[in-house]
Structures are given as C-alpha cells and as structure tokens.
T-cell receptor
C-alpha cells in the first residue's frame, strides 16, 4: 500500500472544464512533486515544492497550476486542457526539502489517470 | 545534460535470475534508484544505492554500481511471475533541488 494518496483515481474532463487533482501524505515529508507519465514512457517531472514553496517548474504550460496549501497536501488545478494532456499524473513526496546534503527517496502515489475529451 | 538509458525488454524463465541494466551520462548523481511499475499502478520504490557505494543487497535484489562507467544494474534472483512489470532506474541530482530523472524503463516478462 502506498503512503501517498491521490484522488481521484480516474478523471475524464472536457477541454472547457476546470478540475483539480489532489495528493496527500502523512509521512512528515517536506518536498512534494508532480510527475506526468504518458503510456509506455518514463515519468516526467512537472513541479517540485520544497517546504511549501514552489522550487522547480519544468516549463509546464499555465493550464496546469499547482498549489501546496500545507506540508501534507498538494493540488494540481487543471483548466482548458488539450487531448494530448491525457496521461497518468503521479504525485510523490520525499523527506528532504532539498536544502541539505541528504537526498531521500521519492515515494509515489498510484496516480490519477486523466482523459481529456 | 542528464540522460538515463535502459534496454526496452527482457524475457526470463521463472526461477532464473534477471539482470536489468541502466546507463547514465551526468556524473553528479547522488542517489540511484530502482522503481517497479505494474500495469495501471504507480511507482513502487524497490531499492536505492548511494553514489559512493559499489553494491547493495536486499533479499532477492542486488544493485551494482560502476561509477566510472556510469552503469547501474539490478539483479533479481529466483525471478517469479509476480516480478513481471516495468522497471525504471532513476538518478537523483541533489544539491539545492531534488531532481529525479527516470530511465526509459525495461519491461520484464517472466515466462512460467
């Protein structure tokens, strides 16, 4: 069982819809991540939050908007998506917030499978 | 830049050992990881090795790291049908940010 919980598991949305993906962890981790994974491809980093501040944005289009309300929660707000945005969206967390010499492993949730119609 | 490569497919018989290989380009890695992904699921962390280690063993899993050649391998002893999945190596570039770069993934098929 994963200790990173993502909801919903599946989401179908139209190109004019607004929806949100949610991620929660209670391991006391201070870094949280969003990855996007297309079929038969490796996950690609989208965003990194460290101590609730956005530290990495991998040139992600503005139709994806991350939010970290507190150290346990991470949201990804979706608006005006395109069909090519259909993918598995994975959330991860790690103990280290990125500002020390110890870099801890990332623990992943089971993902939200998003289909844009 | 960071580039992490794996062979796409490996087929073994149940009970045999499997060896999955990974090469990377950037030598400033800190930790190197192996993740397993079953169909329709997220990523399960299997094991990891720090870049100043050569080998790590964890039950049926053995990780070997050749830092000079930038080569990482995962050996699964006594492979079972439940080991069938995609295996990703991932290289962590540390410092101010935790940037984890994934390999292309290897599909392991275990034949009964």
């Amino acid at each position: 069982d994963t200790e990173v919980t993502q909801t919903p598991k599946h989401l179908v949305m139209g190109m004019t819809n607004k929806k949100s993906l949610k991620c929660e962890q209670h391991m006391g981790h201070r870094a949280m991540y969003w990855y996007k994974q297309k079929a038969k491809k490796p996950p690609e980093l989208m965003f990194v939050y460290s101590y609730e501040k956005l530290s990495i944005n991998e040139s992600v289009p503005s139709r994806f908007s991350p939010e970290c309300p507190n150290s346990s929660l991470l949201n990804l707000h979706l608006h005006a998506l395109q069909p090519e945005d259909s993918a598995l969206y994975l959330c991860a967390s790690s103990q280290d917030g990125g500002d020390s010499s110890y870099n801890s492993p990332l623990h992943f949730g089971n993902g939200t499978r998003l289909t844009v119609t | 830049g960071e580039d992490v490569e794996q062979s796409l497919f490996l087929s073994v018989r149940e009970g045999d050992s499997s060896v999955i290989n990974c090469t990377y380009t950037d030598s400033s890695s800190t930790y190197l990881y192996w993740y397993k992904q079953e169909p329709g699921a997220g990523l399960q962390l299997l094991t990891y090795i720090f870049s100043n280690m050569d080998m790590k063993q964890d039950q049926r899993l053995t990780v070997l790291l050749n830092k000079k050649d930038k080569h990482l391998s995962l050996r699964i002893a006594d492979t079972q049908t439940g080991d069938s999945a995609i295996y990703f190596c991932a290289v962590l570039y540390g410092g101010a940010t935790n940037k984890l770069i994934f390999g292309t993934g290897t599909l392991l098929a275990v034949q009964p």
